[in-house]
């Protein structure tokens, strides 16, 4: 683990994908472009420059295993608390819960391929 440096990565990621005004005709998209598609990718997938620095990386949305790991209580929860141990971080502070509800629901319908 290249140490300091791997976090100083991190610090960066994260504060380079801050969200901005996320105001829209399509809010979950646009949020998960500024502010997650960094780490979880432009296809849900997990495939991204972020994944390298990660332990864990994020996982892949769009596999089977998620599809039946992930619940929408589960997701909402995950995002609003954070997840310990890993990268993903508690948003809380910055995504209001209807962002957060909108955002699972772009995650799970454009990756997941489910209705909600
Ligand atoms: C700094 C990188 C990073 C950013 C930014 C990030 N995530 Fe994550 N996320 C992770 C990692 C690492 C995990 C843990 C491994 C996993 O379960 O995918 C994770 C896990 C998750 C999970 C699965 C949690 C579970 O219950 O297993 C969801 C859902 C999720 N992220 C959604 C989001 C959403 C929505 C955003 C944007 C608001 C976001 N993430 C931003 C890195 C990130």
Redesign the pocket.
């Known amino acids: 683990m290249a140490g300091s440096s791997a976090v100083a990565a991190?610090v960066l990621?994260?504060f380079l994908?801050a969200p901005g005004a996320s105001h829209g005709s399509a809010p979950g998209k646009k949020?998960?472009r500024e502010?997650?598609q960094?780490?979880?990718g432009e296809k849900g997938d997990?495939q991204t420059f972020?994944a390298n620095v990660?332990f864990?990386?994020?996982?892949d949305f769009t596999s089977p295993a998620s599809k039946k790991e992930?619940s929408r209580e589960?997701?909402i929860r995950?995002?609003t608390q954070g997840?310990p141990k890993?990268?993903?971080?508690p948003?809380k502070t910055r995504?209001t819960p209807e962002e957060i509800r909108a955002?699972?629901a772009h995650?799970r319908k454009g990756f997941m391929g489910l209705e909600e």
């Open positions: 991190l990621i994260i994908s949020i998960y502010t997650c960094v780490c979880h997990g972020a990660l864990p990386p994020p996982r992930l589960r997701m995950s995002v997840r890993t990268a993903m971080a948003w995504l955002v699972v995650i």
